[in-house]
Nanobody, 125 residues
Framework: QVQLVESGGGLVQAGGSLRLSCAASERTLRSYNVGWFRQAPGKERDFVAVITWNGVSTVHADSVKGRFTISKDSAKNTVYLQMNSLKPEDTAVYYC??????????????????WGQGAQVTVSS
C-alpha cells in the first residue's frame, strides 16, 4: 500500500518561504516518481514539480521556476518542496503524488495513481 503524508503548510507573508514535506516508505520512494500539485479554490489541480525515483531528474512548472525547488532525502524517506519568494497566487492546497517511475517524468494529473491528503498554503499580501 502506498501512503504519502504531507506536512509543512501554513500561513506566510508574500516574499516569505515555506518547505513542504512528503513522507513515504523507502519502498515507495524507490519505486515511484513523486510530484507536487496544487489546487486553488474553484480551479483545477495543477502540476508544480516532480522528481524521479532515483533523484536524477526534476521538472518544475514555469510558474514556479527559480522560486520552488523539489528535492529528495532518501535517508529520511522524504521528498521536499522548498518554496521561496512566495506570492499570493501561490495560495492553494498542495498535494504530493506518486506515479510510475518514468525516466522522463510525467506532469499530468492522470499520470499519478496515489495522492496524499493535502497541505494548505496561504500567502498573504
Amino acid at each position: 500500500q502506498v501512503q504519502l503524508v504531507e506536512s509543512g503548510g501554513g500561513l506566510v507573508q508574500a516574499g516569505g518561504s515555506l518547505r513542504l514535506s512528503c513522507a513515504a516508505s523507502e519502498r515507495t520512494l524507490r519505486s515511484y516518481n513523486v510530484g507536487w500539485f496544487r489546487q486553488a479554490p474553484g480551479k483545477e489541480r495543477d502540476f508544480v514539480a516532480v522528481i524521479t525515483w532515483n533523484g536524477v531528474s526534476t521538472v518544475h512548472a514555469d510558474s514556479v521556476k527559480g522560486r520552488f525547488t523539489i528535492s529528495k532525502d532518501s535517508a529520511k524517506n522524504t521528498v521536499y518542496l522548498q518554496m521561496n519568494s512566495l506570492k499570493p497566487e501561490d495560495t492553494a492546497v498542495y498535494y504530493c503524488a506518486a506515479s510510475s517511475p518514468w525516466a522522463i517524468p510525467r506532469v499530468g494529473v492522470n499520470d499519478y495513481m496515489y495522492w496524499g491528503q493535502g497541505a494548505q498554503v496561504t500567502v498573504s499580501s
